[in-house]
């Protein structure tokens, strides 16, 4: 079985940088992560490491947390 080999570093600050935008919309709207990972079909566990940036996400599920928010989908991903 192949090992995964880690993210570079960079590419590591970028995902904790979507996480905090994202999180930021999120207080924004008012909303818990219960809330949003409810409205996306995702468990809060799950949806705390996107946010932390602990997880490597698919795009789909950026697209639907940026939907469950109500925020374009470039606002979370903006440089």
Do not use: C
Not at 59 to 77: E, H, Q, R
């Amino acid at each position: 079985m192949p090992r995964s080999v880690p993210p570079p570093d960079w590419v590591l600050t970028r995902r904790r940088a979507i996480g905090d935008r994202i999180r930021a919309e999120r207080l924004a709207a008012k909303l818990t992560q219960q809330q949003v990972a409810e409205r996306i079909d995702m468990d809060r566990a799950t949806y705390n490491r996107v946010e932390q940036g602990h997880s490597a996400f698919l795009i789909d599920s950026l697209i639907l947390i940026a939907g469950a928010i109500g925020v374009p989908l470039a606002d979370l991903v903006r440089e």
